[in-house]
T-cell receptor, first 114, second 109 residues
Framework: KAGVTQTPRYLIKTRGQQVTLSCSPI?????VSWYQQTPGQGLQFLFE???????NKGNFPGRFSGRQFSNSRSEMNVSTLELGDSALYLC?????????????FGPGTRLLVL | GQSLEQPSEVTAVEGAIVQINCTYQ??????LSWYQQHDGGAPTFLSY????GLEETGRFSSFLSRSDSYGYLLLQELQMKDSASYFC??????????FGAGTRLFVKA
């Protein structure tokens, strides 16, 4: 079974631009979570989607948004990029997002904002 | 608020045993997970504790005390390949997982 895939793997943008990142979960998984990882900050929860519905959102500004499609693929968008948005963006999938379920992470998209 | 505390760095010798502690403060609690992340890699699941006590998976064990809001990951017979970052994570309800800042483990020969 193929793992979680994320595209693109690397991205360089300039301040003020916007970016869209994509995540394809493991086949059969319907829950997708997004995290931002910066050095020393661990993984910061962005949002979680299940069956095209956002069920929870972390403490990030409205510039960060996401969506999920009927095939469970998910995208996240960051508008008006700031230097501080430079980070590794990880998505993780699980069957239903239940509390006992293992999250399977993709390789991440490394975003650099200049 | 919700927070998890774990040491930022731990160093140990190959073949030794190391314990990485995690204390948490969350509004809801359904379980404590541990993930391993090598440099440049994605986090991978190691262990989950939903109830108090010890869970053993090969060289790795994880412990949870819900009354103390505390858990730890125990790595035995350390190998060089165990050098990585280790994250504790709490599933506090609402389909939201909160991760600690991570503990970087250095294994020396």
């Amino acid at each position: 079974k193929a793992g979680v895939t994320q595209t693109p793997r690397y991205l360089i943008k300039t301040r003020g631009q916007q970016v869209t990142l994509s995540c394809s979960p493991i086949s059969g998984h319907r829950s997708v979570s997004w995290y931002q990882q910066t050095p020393g900050q661990g993984l910061q929860f962005l949002f979680e989607y299940f069956s095209e519905t956002q069920r929870n959102k972390g403490n990030f500004p409205g510039r960060f948004s996401g969506r999920q499609f009927s095939n469970s693929r998910s995208e996240m968008n960051v508008s008006t990029l700031e230097l501080g948005d430079s980070a590794l963006y990880l998505c993780a999938s699980s069957f239903k997002g239940g509390y006992q379920e293992t999250q399977y992470f993709g390789p991440g998209t490394r975003l650099l904002v200049l | 608020g919700q927070s998890l505390e774990q040491p930022s760095e731990v160093t140990a010798v190959e073949g030794a045993i190391v314990q990485i502690n995690c204390t948490y403060q969350t509004s809801g609690f359904y379980g404590l997970s541990w993930y391993q992340q090598h440099d440049g890699g994605a986090p991978t699941f190691l262990s989950y504790n939903g109830l108090d006590g010890l869970e053993e998976t090969g060289r790795f064990s994880s412990f949870l005390s819900r009354s103390d809001s505390y858990g730890y990951l125990l790595l035995q017979e350390l190998q060089m390949k165990d050098s990585a970052s280790y994250f504790c994570a709490v599933q506090g309800g609402g389909f939201k997982t909160i991760f600690g800042a991570g503990t970087r483990l250095f294994v020396k020969a």
